[in-house]
């Protein structure tokens, strides 16, 4: 009895497609299922190569229809030189993470946040009846859908299960977890967009799908409950008012010093250095305007400290930012306030060779490394200082609505150097950006400070013509004439009168 069944060929006999003979393939079974359809393609040249995969249809009219399209996807790769595996999304994800972690070009925390994010995200998009994506099934229309599927992830309410517990804190005093917000912030989108874009560039690149295109993260509009205000694009940046940093800097020498709102029950000498070292590093961000990220490469050696030259003669620091941060290399110089926040946490830190991290933490083995997140921390301080009645303290801007973070103290930098009449081309270059970036985000600012000036009239002065001024001169002479009896009353009359028309 014949094997194949049902045997039809195309294109020269490059593409067949047939059934298998079910019960010549297995003669003990008694019923057998509708046989699925088969497709064989032949490819010739230097590396000629056959395929043999099922369709897994039954209809011979959508085998047919898949089977072409499988063949000339496998014609065009083979003769491209690219690969003819049916990669998925899952088995292309993990050789792409490995060949970048072997390669060295990401920190840890990044590569913890690639991982992170395939788990929790693109490993539950990318899937077909619960089996990842194969790669040339993905084009762009699903893969742009990814976005409103993320932004409406959280609201699930299956996946809001996973907000209120968190299995690896059993033993803490809450089992919850606000580590996810449920409407990704617009720079959230933009990172996921920046890898789901590499991931699906390398693809192309190693000939395991045809398909290229450039996915956009779409602008999103989110609300504070806390507030209703909105902010989008490129609303003002989130800093603090005079009076809210005053309050600010009081309240974070409370924490420092373990007393006040922020005593704490029982701590021992590891986490007092910790809060020391977190105190001085706010004042180091508000005094210098570093990103995080760069702050996080510093270490001692490219800190020189009571630099001279400062306003009114105060020492100051200057700081070399690393090419591998994200502007690559400049030199920084700070205020007085970022020399000082140097040297104070220098005193304090246990860790000030050359060649260590300036902030950090101790991992598990006692190693001095690289911090990955302060901002939790940052902003639990922030929700603790009380001020005018908010509820969650200084944790949100009031102008613009948004949740403060670490990098709004590059804000606060950028907004008091304006304020003290710094001019922007100055400023840009040690903040490592752009002039039209500053006035795109603090023209406001610059317009407030110019009041006086954009408001300003010029007056018009009254201006005497010549005539006038030599007609009364004129009138002048005369009276004097007539008072000396030179002139007669009748001439002195006429000479007024004529002066008047």
């Known amino acids: 009895m014949a094997f194949y069944l049902n045997k039809r060929e195309f294109f020269d ?37 056959t395929i043999n995969k099922s369709t897994k249809l039954s209809s011979y009219e959508a085998a047919y229809a898949y089977a072409e399209q499988e063949y000339h996807r496998l014609f065009n790769a083979h003769r491209l030189g690219n690969t003819l595996d049916d990669w998925t999304f899952e088995q292309h994800w993990e050789d792409w993470y490995k060949r970048n972690l072997r390669r060295g070009v990401w920190q840890d925390s990044r590569a913890k946040w690639h991982a992170g994010y395939f788990k929790l995200y693109f490993s539950k998009y990318f899937v077909h009846h619960g089996k990842s994506l194969a790669l040339n099934d993905i084009d762009y229309d699903f893969a742009d859908g990814y976005f409103d599927w993320r932004l409406n992830f959280w609201h699930d309410e299956a996946n809001q299960q996973l907000i209120k517990y968190n299995p690896k804190r059993r033993s803490a005093k809450s089992k919850s977890t606000g580590n996810h917000a449920k409407t990704p912030s617009q720079k959230t989108l933009q990172m996921e967009q920046s890898a789901l874009n590499q991931i699906l560039f390398d693809a192309f690149k190693k000939g395991r799908t045809q398909r290229l295109f450039k996915l956009k993260a779409p602008k999103v509009n989110r609300t504070n409950k806390s507030n209703g205000n909105k902010s989008a694009g490129k609303a003002r940046r989130p800093f603090f008012e005079a009076a809210e940093y005053a309050s600010l800097t009081r309240n974070l020498r409370s924490y420092r010093d373990c007393v ?168 840009a270059p040690n903040m490592g950006t752009s002039v039209k970036m500053i006035m795109e985000h603090y023209n406001h600012l610059l317009t407030a400070d110019n009041r006086s000036e954009l408001s300003q009239i010029t007056r018009r002065k009254t201006v005497t013509k010549p005539s006038d001024k030599a007609d009364d001169e004129f009138v002048s002479l005369a009276l004097e004439r007539f008072k000396n009896g030179e002139l007669s009353q009748a001439v002195l009359m006429k000479i007024l009168g004529e002066s008047e028309t």
């Open 13 to 49: 006999g490059a593409l067949t497609l047939y059934q298998r003979n079910l019960e010549a393939a297995n003669p003990k079974q008694k019923t057998h299922k509708a046989p699925k359809w088969y497709y064989k393609v032949k490819l010739e040249g230097a590396k000629a190569a």
């Open 260 to 427: 006040g709102i922020f005593k704490p029950v029982r701590i021992n000498e590891s986490h007092k250095r910790q809060r020391i070292q977190l105190y001085h590093f706010i004042l180091f961000l508000s005094n210098s305007g570093l990103r995080v990220g760069e702050a996080r490469e510093m270490r001692w050696i490219d800190c020189k400290l009571d630099v001279e030259g400062g306003w009114e003669d105060k020492l100051v620091a200057e700081v070399y930012v690393r090419e591998n941060t994200k502007t690559g290399e400049r030199l920084v110089q700070t205020m007085s306030g970022g020399n000082d926040a140097l040297k104070n946490w220098r005193d304090h830190s246990q860790h000030t060779k050359p060649d260590d991290f300036v902030w950090g933490v101790l991992d598990k083995n006692n190693n001095w490394r690289q911090f990955t997140d302060f901002n939790k921390s940052f902003q639990t301080i922030l929700k603790s200082i009380p001020f005018e009645e908010r509820k969650d303290g200084l944790l949100y801007c009031a102008r613009s609505g948004e949740k403060r973070v670490l990098y709004s103290l590059r804000h606060q930098y950028a907004t008091m150097r304006l304020k003290h009449k710094v001019r922007v081309e100055t400023l």
